[in-house]
Nanobody
Framework: QTRLVESGGGLVQPGGSLRLSCVAS????????MGWFRQAPGKEREAVSY????????HYADSVKGRFTIERDSRADTVYLQMNILKPEDTATYYC??????????????????WGQGTQVTVSS
């Protein structure tokens, strides 16, 4: 069984930065991509970013392009999300996830088979 553990969330002022980390452990079969989703209260879970294993291709939601950067450490099955110029609308619980198989853009939660427990990000003054 694959386990994903996120860390790095917290409270930050608008314009600030946070770096989220997600470590995969346990039985990790070969997978297609690792990604980040977020869910705010009363809203659906939405894709933020993902990175593919082979080519390292990245994808970002329009709302975070130019502000967020996803990176992957293949040696440690770890993925990071560097979040800069944070806005109040970025407030949400952020989830790390693994997609076992190829999928077409745009990514949806059903494309990802394993999930972490989430880490809270709050952007407020």
């Amino acid at each position: 069984q694959t386990r994903l553990v996120e860390s790095g969330g917290g409270l930050v002022q608008p314009g600030g930065s946070l770096r989220l980390s997600c470590v995969a452990s346990g039985d990790i079969p070969s997978y297609y991509a690792m990604g980040w989703f977020r869910q705010a209260p009363g809203k659906e879970r939405e894709a933020v970013s993902y990175i593919t294993v082979g080519a390292g291709r990245t994808h970002y939601a329009d709302s975070v392009k130019g502000r967020f950067t996803i990176e992957r450490d293949s040696r440690a099955d770890t993925v990071y999300l560097q979040m800069n110029i944070l806005k109040p609308e970025d407030t949400a619980t952020y989830y790390c996830a693994i997609a076992w198989n190829y999928f077409q853009d745009p990514p949806i939660p059903a494309d990802f088979g394993s999930w972490g427990q989430g880490t809270q990000v709050t952007v407020s003054s």
